[in-house]
């Protein structure tokens, strides 16, 4: 199992030394969750606080938009080379042409779906895929509790994954910890985000190790 810490959770008055230390501690990517007030009913970070973070990660970025306008914010975050851009299914009329842009600028794309959208709705867009994220919580907060049926809908999108694009990783998002990360492992799920979990843990190192399943 990957693991992509959520630094929502982090102290955002010490952001740079948590990022070096969750790198430190072998966190495999640097999960950011970019909300707009629209989307969700939380407001979080831009590209001049992300510049501080991609300065002090030696990890790959993890981008996750939650923002009405994707293009716009694509073309924001695009010049600080995160290794993913995540848009919400949700959000985009033209989800093809979208990821299509974020692979010409050199990112990986990945399509997020919120905890009630079925993974059949993105099956002709596996193949443009490097990876799919699957929401346990809603959208806008961390803390919140894991929503279980993400477990059936993750081994529906493995069977999905397998005939289409088995490069294309499923990663989970929201409520996860050291006791449900089995049943995401046994479900097919490659990368685990954990904001509250690891953040609250007394030893971060611990914390990653215990998700690497
Ligand atoms: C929620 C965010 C998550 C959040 C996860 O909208 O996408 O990344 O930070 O936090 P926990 O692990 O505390 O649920
Ligand atoms: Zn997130």
Do not use: W
Request: hydrophobic residues 45%.
């Amino acid at each position: 199992m990957l693991v992509a810490p959520s630094i929502l959770s982090a102290d955002f008055g010490h952001l740079a030394r948590d990022v070096e230390a969750i790198c430190e501690a072998g966190c495999d990517l640097v999960h950011v969750d970019v909300m707009d007030g629209h989307f969700v009913p939380n407001l979080t970070i831009g590209p001049v606080v992300v510049e501080a973070v991609a300065k002090a990660a030696t990890r790959p970025l993890d981008i996750h938009l939650m923002v009405e306008n994707n293009t716009f914010f694509v073309d924001l975050f695009a010049p600080l080379k995160p290794g993913y851009i995540s848009f919400h299914i949700e959000e985009e009329k033209h989800p093809h042409r979208l990821i299509q842009k974020i692979r010409n600028l050199g990112i990986k794309p990945a399509i997020v779906l919120n905890p009630h959208t079925p993974p059949e709705c993105i099956e002709f867009l596996l193949e443009d895929l490097d990876m799919v994220l699957l929401m346990s919580v809603n959208p806008g907060f961390g803390g919140q509790k894991f929503i279980p049926s993400v477990i059936e809908k993750a081994a529906r999108l493995k069977e999905m994954i397998q005939k289409r694009n088995p490069k294309c990783l499923i990663e989970v998002d929201g409520g996860v910890n050291d006791k449900n990360v089995h049943k995401l492992k046994d479900a097919g799920v490659d990368v685990v985000v954990a904001g509250s979990y690891v953040f609250r843990h007394e030893s971060l190192s611990r914390a990653i190790e215990s998700l690497k399943v």
